[in-house]
């Protein structure tokens, strides 16, 4: 395996300078490093695709040593206010936080949830944060792809808190949950009354649900702790057995209430989240989770390549407005076009192993 020293001595000469700058440590040289790494990881252009991948690959060994935070829930719930609160309490206590977006919507809107900076305002402009707006181009895959390269950048410039926020619709939650250590779910006061309403399967990703905004409704929200709390066991989230819930080596997910708008609550999810944190790190979770996080994600990148290169194929490209038409209208089941178009491309055998 190559040293990080060989790899970014390979480097051409304005790429290594790019490196050298980001690991110079926190200022404006790193900062402006930061962001044109940044421009050429986003880039479509394959040379930049190359460059920004030498790039990674030399940055690699400088990052994964932060903590990485999933924040998840509807528009409005106040992901932002909680994040700016959350980000400005790390930074007083000297932590370097970087906060990124995965909305996939945002291409298609015009509009990202991380777009407009006024949302986070004293954040944005702290020396010891950087806010990055959602990539802007493409499906959830790329978006997703883009912000976990952005997250190694970030760590590598020395960022030890990652938040990566994503709004409560779609796919873009797994995806969150994915690329993070805790995934936190955010939810309102009045939640508890209609718990159908939560996705399970979102459920089932958090680590910590989060009551907001129990300063309009202390009651509600406390009802609200309590009947997730109880959903949350009595579902038998997380696979877990009888005996598993009262293992105390192994985290069950948690219900806090919390004002992101004074701010109450603050410190308890803190210390609640570095709890997580240290137990996570104690029993091996955290590193089977990176491990595990890091080969879905090669392998979401093969499927979307190889799914692009098979569009891409002449034969292919001439076959597939047929074939799906006769999908469509009927007459070809799906599976045997499938296989028709499958063919179209094998046109070599795997060789025999001798
Ligand atoms: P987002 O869409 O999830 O990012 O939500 P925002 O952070 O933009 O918040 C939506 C609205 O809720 C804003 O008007 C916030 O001021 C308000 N808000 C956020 N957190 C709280 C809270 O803890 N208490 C109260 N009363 N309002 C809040």
Request: hydrophobic share 45%; with cysteine; glycine share 8%.
């Amino acid at each position: 395996m190559n040293c990080p020293i060989d790899l970014a001595a390979a480097l051409p000469e304005a790429d290594r300078v790019l490196f050298q700058n980001l690991l110079a440590g926190a200022g404006a040289v790193q900062r402006r490093a930061l962001a044109k790494i940044i421009t050429l990881l986003e880039s479509t252009r394959a040379d930049h695709r190359l460059r920004a991948d030498a790039l990674l690959n030399a940055l690699l060994p400088s990052s994964g040593h932060a903590l990485r935070l999933g924040i998840s829930g509807v528009p409005g719930v106040g992901k932002s206010t909680f994040i700016e609160a959350l980000g400005l309490f790390l930074v007083d206590r000297g932590h370097r936080v970087a906060v990124l977006a995965v909305d996939p919507s945002s291409s298609v809107s015009g509009g990202s949830i991380l777009g407009d900076k006024t949302r986070m305002e004293r954040l944005s402009v702290h020396e010891r944060a950087f806010i990055r707006p959602s990539p802007a181009a493409g499906n959830l895959g790329g978006v997703a792809e883009k912000t976990r390269e952005t997250m190694l950048v970030c760590e590598a410039a020395g960022h030890d808190i990652v938040i990566v926020e994503t709004v409560g619709v779609g796919q873009s939650e797994t995806a969150v949950a994915g690329m993070t250590d805790c995934f936190v779910l955010m939810q309102l006061p009045n939640a508890g009354d209609d718990l159908q309403a939560i996705k399970k399967g979102v459920m089932e990703l958090a680590d910590l649900v989060l009551i907001n905004k129990a300063d309009l409704d202390e009651a509600a929200a406390t009802r609200a702790r309590a009947q997730i709390t109880s959903a949350l066991r009595l579902f038998g989230l997380h696979g877990r057995s009888d005996r598993a819930h009262h293992d105390e080596t192994i985290w069950h997910a948690q219900v806090l209430q919390l004002s992101a708008a004074t701010g109450a609550g603050l410190e308890e999810f803190w210390r609640v989240v570095s709890r997580f944190r240290d137990l996570q790190a104690a029993n091996g979770a955290l590193a089977c989770r990176r491990h595990e996080q890091d080969e879905a994600w090669m392998w979401e990148r093969i499927h979307a390549g190889l799914t692009q290169r098979f569009r891409a194929h002449p034969a292919v490209h001439a076959a597939l407005p047929g074939l799906t038409a006769a999908v469509r209208g009927g007459t070809l089941a799906a599976s045997v076009a499938a296989r028709r178009l499958l063919d179209l491309v094998a046109t070599q055998a795997p060789p025999v192993p001798h």
